[in-house]
């Protein structure tokens, strides 16, 4: 039964069932028009050669006429009948020149003829053999009728037909073993790809997919080995992200777990306790932006972060990024300043913006050394946070807005997930967020669409914080 739910058996029968329906068409449109033409064409000549010995007649017919008339019209058989008074008819010559005929006396086409007194013509059937008929009436009271054999003319159709349905057959025959042949090929090509999909679902992903093909099926090989390129990189940076959150979840759990096992000694001073409380509230904050940002991940993957646009005054935003994270700059011996190069309304949700500005600044605090200048502009429906460390690798521009990724020798550790929640909060706003460099000069430019036209100010409002004060 399994075999008869393949695809080669299924691409058979389709083919098979179009080849007889062409077949079905072919013998509707052909037999009965070649029987009804050959048919016709027979009664056509016998009508013709009636008419024209009805003008060649110069008496009233005898046998010889009637003879004669038979040999002209090619005919089997001629008879003439006398029209009675009562409108019937009398047999009064009858050739019977071949054949074995049956009586002839109620000829339907003699009757119709005679009663009509015009030629008439059809095809009548007498033991077993069907005749080609004309009748023709004279002006002396007599009906000629010529009985002419269809006999080779049905059996040349026959032979067509015949022909035709072994014709078919064979056709038939041939569709289904090569549409089998060519229905298997494409068949076992088809279970490559089941196999190369179950492999990719049980996670091996080195073997390509192949398929030389050129059709549908090979571009369909070339998707899935798209796919199996697209997750293995999903599960290098899977494999990457949970060693990475499982170094940042042990590191500040085994922290804190330290301090408080040294909290309990009796005999720590006040200050060492609050150092110890410090060190163990540092622990927790890192403990919680993972956990906030494996919240977000998860509310981006679920579509379920709502976003509310609404005009937003960027220059506001960049002085809340510069108040808020102020004490984070000072304590990590940065330099901070805030600029407003141009008033402008940005069509956004202000605290996804926020959130995003704090995922740029933090990061340009976390990766850039002590004594680093950062700048948050805000340059209309623009926010800039720009920093004069020492750069990123043209190769790693992109890479660093990847899921789960961290660039090797980065002086401080991290999920690998905030400049890659942020890119996808500036998506969600139909804006774009970029990285742009030079020498000394490192730019993450956050673009929003634009509620209203800016206004260029000229004005440079500073908020500045540094490690001496």
């Known amino acids: 039964m399994h075999r008869f739910r393949s695809v080669g058996a299924r691409l058979s029968l389709a083919l098979a069932v179009v080849v007889a329906g062409a077949l079905t068409v072919v013998w509707v449109a052909l037999v009965p028009t070649l029987q009804h033409r050959l048919v016709n064409g027979r009664l056509a000549l016998l009508a013709q050669s009636a008419r024209q010995i009805s003008r060649s007649q110069k008496e009233p017919p005898d046998r010889g006429f009637v003879d004669d008339a038979a040999r002209t019209a090619d005919a089997n058989r001629a008879v003439l009948y ?66 002419a054999s269809l006999g080779a003319t049905l059996e040349n159709v026959d032979l067509v037909r015949s022909r035709l349905i072994w014709a078919g057959l064979s056709a038939l025959g041939l569709a289904v073993l090569v549409g089998w042949g060519a ?53 290098d940076a899977r494999r990457a992200f949970i060693a990475n959150a499982s170094h940042e979840l042990r590191t500040p759990i085994f922290s804190v777990g330290g301090f408080l096992e040294l909290l309990r000694e009796d005999d720590l001073d006040a200050e060492t306790r609050a150092e110890f409380v410090e060190a163990m509230a540092e622990q927790m904050g890192r403990l919680s932006k993972l956990a906030a940002d494996l919240l977000d991940l998860s509310r981006l993957d679920a579509d379920g972060m709502r976003i509310d646009l609404e005009p937003v005054e960027l220059a506001y935003v960049a002085r809340d990024l510069g108040e808020e994270l102020g004490s984070l700059a000072v304590r990590r011996e940065h330099l901070l300043e805030v600029v407003v190069a141009a ?34 502009v805000a340059d209309g429906t623009r926010l800039r946070v720009e920093d004069d460390g020492p750069g990123i690798p043209v190769e790693h521009r992109e890479q660093i807005f990847t899921r789960f990724t961290r660039l090797h020798g980065t002086r401080a550790s991290g999920s690998g997930l905030g400049l890659a929640i942020a890119r996808e909060l500036a998506e969600r706003m139909a804006g774009e967020l970029r990285v742009e460099a030079r020498p000394g000069r490192t730019s993450f430019v956050l673009d929003l669409p634009s509620a209203e036209p800016a206004v260029s100010t000229g004005n440079r409002a500073a908020f500045r914080n540094n490690r001496h004060e």
């Open 82 to 147: 006398r029209i009675n008074a009562s409108g019937t008819l009398r047999i009064v010559v009858d050739t019977r020149r071949t054949g074995v005929f049956q009586d002839a006396s109620n000829d339907a086409v003699a009757l119709r003829a005679a009663r009509a007194e015009a030629l008439e013509r059809g095809v009548v059937t007498r033991g077993g053999e069907t005749f080609a008929e004309v009748a023709l009436p004279d002006r002396y009271g007599n009906v000629l009728l010529y009985s």
């Open 183 to 235: 229905a298997s090929l494409f068949a076992r090509r088809i279970r490559r790809l089941e196999r190369a999909a179950d492999r990719i679902a049980g996670g091996d992903f080195e073997e390509p997919v192949v398929d030389r093909g050129r059709d549908e099926v090979g571009e369909l090989a070339d998707a899935f080995d798209r796919m199996r390129i697209r997750l293995a990189q999903f599960d």
């Open 343 to 376: 008033n402008g309304q940005a069509l956004a949700d202000r605290e996804r913006v926020l959130q995003v500005g704090r995922a740029l600044v933090d990061n340009a605090l976390v990766h850039t050394p002590p004594g680093t200048h950062v700048w948050i």
